[in-house]
């Protein structure tokens, strides 16, 4: 089971960018799938998350300018970025918490999206 990403990229100040993941393979069922972001020399930290009956969380400095959705099947998870600050740039990692054929806890990491905010 792997988590695929995509949407990076670079964008003036102001602008938005969309982030997507989604979990390849029918034995992983996830439960909290969420975004992490990591700035150079920074540590990884959470940016937003979404629980599998649509309970959000969302890092202090982004909200209200980041939105968190399930996509179109359980495993997969979208993050629109608005009003995007050069203090948003680093790299985005999707992360997926749920059960490997139904019964193993497990959590998985996607590759990391380089997102550059320039200014």
């Known amino acids: 089971v792997q988590l695929q990403a995509s949407g990076g990229g670079l964008v003036q100040a102001g602008g938005s960018l969309t982030l997507s993941c989604a979990a390849s393979?029918?034995?992983?069922?996830?439960?909290?799938m969420g975004w992490y972001r990591q700035a150079p020399g920074a540590e990884r930290e959470l940016v937003a998350d979404i629980e599998s009956g649509g309970s959000t969380t969302y890092e202090d400095s982004v909200k209200g300018r980041f939105f968190i959705s399930r996509g179109d099947t359980r495993n997969a998870v979208n993050l629109q970025m608005n009003s995007l600050k050069p203090e948003d740039s680093g790299v985005y990692y999707c992360?997926?918490?749920?059960?490997?054929?139904?019964?193993?806890?497990?959590?998985?990491w996607g590759k990391g999206t380089l997102v550059t905010v320039s200014s």
């Open positions: 992360k997926a918490e749920g059960l490997l054929l139904g019964v193993s806890p497990a959590s998985l």
């Open positions: 393979g029918s034995v992983f069922s996830a439960n909290t």
